[in-house]
């Protein structure tokens, strides 16, 4: 971190994809809320959608729409069973991928849970100048998510370099 920096907080939206979970039962979505307070950044907004490819894309697109948010974290729905579709609803909408985000998600979930973090379909990108991140449903795995990824990238004062810093770039032509 580099301390001749100030810390720039941004609007985030958090976006649980269940079929089964309600504000009461939502731990991942809650624990995502808690920690990206906690590090300074805004809550814009907190949903919980059926795990449907459908009603994903129709919040998602409102949230990268909107010019004040920068950041949306969605949480569930990056398994394989047959209900588990978040990634096939967010890469139509992504202008770039993030590949190292997948990557570096399984990394540090083998030394966690070994070779079940394969199951895992985390992936990030960007949309219209929103940075977009998709974990799995575990509160466990939001917590590494953000502690060892997102939260250190989301920091302007993250050195050599961070996603903040590119922000004014990303709809460059």
């Known amino acids: 971190m580099s301390k001749e920096r100030e810390f720039i907080p941004l ?28 590090a300074g950044h805004k809550l814009a907004e907190k949903v919980i959608v059926a795990d449907d490819i459908y009603r994903i894309r129709a919040d998602l697109s409102r949230w990268i729409a909107d010019d004040n948010l920068q950041v949306v974290i969605t949480t569930g729905g990056t398994g394989l069973t047959g209900r588990d579709g978040t990634p096939e609803a967010v890469a139509p909408l992504l202008d ?3 590949d190292g985000f997948g990557e570096m998600f399984r990394v540090i979930s083998y030394d966690l849970i070994g070779a079940s973090t394969m199951q895992s379909r985390a992936i990030a990108g960007t949309a219209n100048g929103t940075f977009i991140f998709c974990l799995p449903g575990s509160t466990g795995a939001c917590r590494d998510g953000w502690k060892h990824l997102i ?4 920091d302007y004062r993250t050195r050599p370099c961070n996603l903040v810093e ?8």
Request: net charge neutral; proline share 2%; charged share 30%.
């Open 11 to 38: 609007n985030i939206a958090i976006m649980t994809v269940s079929d089964s979970r309600n504000e009461e039962t939502d731990k991942s979505g809650a624990a995502l809320v808690k920690l990206l307070t906690e």
């Open 96 to 98: 770039k991928v993030i």
């Open 151 to 154: 939260s250190v990238q989301l």
């Open 166 to 173: 590119i922000m004014p770039r990303l709809l460059e032509k």
